[in-house]
């Protein structure tokens, strides 16, 4: 796996400190955000504990910076009402991070279902996460809790009908 590529942001110390002027504080967020997304996306992971302090997303040792409790916290809110994250927890301290929407997500498994031909058939989620068809796609290797939620949300429009079987799931697609 090639090594992630931060932006110049990540290096400019006032980065890593809330900004109080409006508008600076808006775009500092909206590139903190896009970081997170990509951070996440380049290392496969759904999941930031929020008070891990040596994650690199928090902390760039280089010029000794770490981002607040706070200001994470100010982050995963926004990428909350875009719908890019959940907390996990009361204490908000573990977080779903979604690269994609839960819709958008669903959507794309349910175009792949139609494209192959599955509908009225029934898929494991490992079949849809990690069977060989998807390698190319954007879900493939996704969290299942991510994808549970991306079909929950299919379910509710009647597109298809989550099964559980022996603590397992299953899905029928229509």
């Not at 951070?39 to 891990?52: E, P």
């Not at 429009?157 to 989550?162: D, R, S, T, V």
């Not at 603590?167 to 229509?174: I, L, P, Q, R, T």
Request: aromatic share 14%.
């Amino acid at each position: 796996m090639a090594e992630f590529q931060w932006p110049w942001e990540y290096t400019f110390p006032p980065f890593f400190t809330l900004q109080p002027h409006e508008e600076t504080r808006r775009q500092q967020l909206k590139v903190w955000t896009d970081l997170f997304l990509k951070y996440l996306k380049h290392n496969n992971k759904f999941t930031l504990i929020t008070n891990d302090q040596n994650l690199p997303l928090f902390c760039n040792e280089s010029i000794n910076r770490r981002l607040s409790p706070e200001l994470i916290l100010l982050i995963l809110e926004q990428l909350q009402q875009s719908g890019h994250a959940a907390p996990l927890d009361k204490r908000r301290q573990e977080w779903q991070v979604y690269w994609y929407t839960l819709e958008e997500y669903g959507n794309m498994v349910y175009d792949w279902i139609q494209e192959t031909g599955q509908t009225n058939s029934i898929c494991t989620l490992y079949e849809i996460i990690s069977g060989e068809s998807t390698n190319q796609l954007e879900f493939h290797n996704m969290d299942e809790n991510v994808l549970l939620g991306a079909l929950r949300l299919l379910e509710e429009k009647g597109k298809c009908e989550l099964i559980e079987m022996d603590g397992s799931h299953g899905v029928k697609f229509f």
